[in-house]
Nanobody
Framework: QVPLVESGGGLVQPGGSLRLSCAASGRPFSNLAMGWFRQAPGKEREFVAS????????SYGDSVKGRFTISRDNAKNTVYLQMNSLNPEDTASYYCAAVTACSGDVAYTRGSVYSYWGHGTQVTVSS
C-alpha cells in the first residue's frame, strides 16, 4: 500500500492561487510516478497533471496548461500542484494518485494506470 495524503485545498476567489500537496509513504518515493486528477459533482474524473518518478517528464490536461504546475520533492516524499489563475470551472475535489514505476520515466495521464489514490481535497473557486 501507498498511503497518500492531500492537503492545501480550500476556498479561493477567481484569479487566485492555491498549492496542493500530496505526501506519500510505504514505497520509495523515487519509484513512484505521480498524478493529480479532479472530479466535480456530476462530472467524470478529469486528468489534471502528472510527473514521472524522476520529475524529468510532466504532462498536463488541456484545461490547466499554462496555469498549473506539477512538481515533486523526492527528499520530502511529496508532490505539489501549484494552481494559478483559478476560475470557477476549476472547482472540484482533487485527488493525488501514484503508481510504482521501477523502470522507465513516464508521466502517466490515464487514471486506470494508477494503483493508489488519496481521499481528495476540495478546491472551491468562488467570489
Amino acid at each position: 500500500q501507498v498511503p497518500l495524503v492531500e492537503s492545501g485545498g480550500g476556498l479561493v476567489q477567481p484569479g487566485g492561487s492555491l498549492r496542493l500537496s500530496c505526501a506519500a509513504s510505504g514505497r520509495p518515493f523515487s519509484n513512484l510516478a505521480m498524478g493529480w486528477f479532479r472530479q466535480a459533482p456530476g462530472k467524470e474524473r478529469e486528468f489534471v497533471a502528472s510527473i514521472s518518478r524522476s520529475g524529468g517528464r510532466v504532462s498536463y490536461g488541456d484545461s490547466v496548461k499554462g496555469r498549473f504546475t506539477i512538481s515533486r520533492d523526492n527528499a520530502k516524499n511529496t508532490v505539489y500542484l501549484q494552481m494559478n489563475s483559478l476560475n470557477p470551472e476549476d472547482t472540484a475535489s482533487y485527488y493525488c494518485a501514484a503508481v510504482t514505476a521501477c523502470s522507465g520515466d513516464v508521466a502517466y495521464t490515464r487514471g486506470s494506470v494508477y494503483s493508489y489514490w488519496g481521499h481528495g481535497t476540495q478546491v472551491t473557486v468562488s467570489s
